[in-house]
């Protein structure tokens, strides 16, 4: 396995992100939090008694990924559906705040928008509630989002698909991005949802986590192994999606063991974590695509844009809540071994 590259080279291939214009499709959701105190327990029933002393809203799926995206480059397009409700009303608020294009977004009257509430309580959470109803894209939404996708693609370096499972990206809509992308000589890296079983023949790079990449290949997960290059059951999955997949690069994420990089070409490349506290590891996969696709949009090497990713993913986790890492904090990062 390859040693980590120097830390000047990491910030050459950071310093590019800027000015990448990059195109998110996806589930986009709402992630709600409600804070509060928590003083005795209900006598209606052995649960906490939560006084809100605050609300906060951010966006949560696909929007969080463009989120992440606008902390290093101000060209970020989202492309999803949202509902008519107030919750995608402040989306698409949060989303322009933000500085990101959502003219590829379609809104549905039928379909609200998925709502993700969770309830904290002294840095603890408590609850968490889903507000969603989940649907497949209606074929005529499909092919408009596909025609927004063809005339729009000449404006991107990169896409980033960020399959949630909620029902907006289906295999036909898959195989139409996949084909775009390749037509047009576009690096497309996809987060998958193994639920979904989509096939994305001919991507740049997928991005599972090492659960979701065994239930892809249909192998039961055992324990992982350490040190990485000796976890044969790991490494054969990897192999196993490299050919059902027919992807360039598979970059799986290990959590406290960093991440595997699977190259269809050459050798494996483990980079251990660079996280020093964890206190929420919601977001970190949103983080870890984000960084990775800036990364292979500028023309680095795929290690190279993974031991960024790492390195990002390692701050985020020590942020509460759906956090975002920026440009100085993971410069700061890239000087460490």
Not at 261 to 284: E, I, K, N
Not at 308 to 324: E, M, P, Q, W, Y
Request: with cysteine; hydrophobic share 45%.
């Amino acid at each position: 396995m390859s040693i980590n590259p120097g830390a000047s080279r990491l910030r050459a291939v950071l310093n590019g992100f800027a000015g990448k214009r990059i195109l998110v499709i996806g589930d986009l959701m709402l992630d709600e939090f409600i804070c509060g105190k928590v003083s005795r327990i209900s006598p209606e029933a052995p649960v906490p008694i939560v006084n809100v002393t605050g609300e906060s809203y951010y966006p949560g799926g696909a929007a969080n990924v463009a989120r992440n995206l606008c902390e290093f480059t101000k060209c970020v397009s989202l492309m999803g559906i949202v509902g008519t409700d107030s919750h995608g009303a402040r989306l698409m608020e949060l989303m322009r705040s933000a500085g990101v294009d959502v003219d590829a977004v379609q809104c549905d009257e039928s379909v609200p928008t998925t709502v993700k509430t969770r309830i904290i309580a002294r840095h603890q959470q408590v609850v968490r509630v889903d507000r969603e109803r989940l649907r497949l894209l209606p074929p005529l939404r499909r092919e408009r989002a596909v025609r927004q996708l063809e005339d729009r693609i000449a404006m991107f370096d990169a896409i980033v698909v960020a399959d949630y499972g909620k029902g907006f990206l289906t295999q036909e809509f898959a195989a139409a991005i996949c084909a775009t992308a390749a037509r047009n000589g576009k690096v497309l890296a996809v987060d998958p949802h193994p639920q979904t079983s989509l096939l994305w023949h001919g991507a740049t790079a997928i991005k599972p986590n090492r659960g979701e990449a065994f239930a892809a290949a249909g192998v039961v997960a055992g324990d992982p192994v350490i040190p990485v290059s000796e976890d044969e059951a790991l490494l054969e999955v990897g192999r196993l999606l490299l050919d059902r997949w027919r992807t360039e690069n598979l970059l799986i994420t290990l959590g406290e063991n960093g991440m595997l990089l699977l190259p269809r070409s050459g050798a494996p490349y483990h980079t251990p974590t660079r996280a020093q506290d964890v206190f929420d590891v919601s977001g970190a996969g949103d983080t870890a695509i984000s960084v990775f696709t800036l990364g292979l949009a500028t023309g680095a090497s795929a290690a190279d844009a993974a031991e960024l990713a790492n390195r990002a993913s390692g701050i985020v986790v020590g942020k509460l809540g759906t956090a975002t890492v920026t440009a100085a904090e993971l410069a700061a990062i890239c000087d460490r071994p």
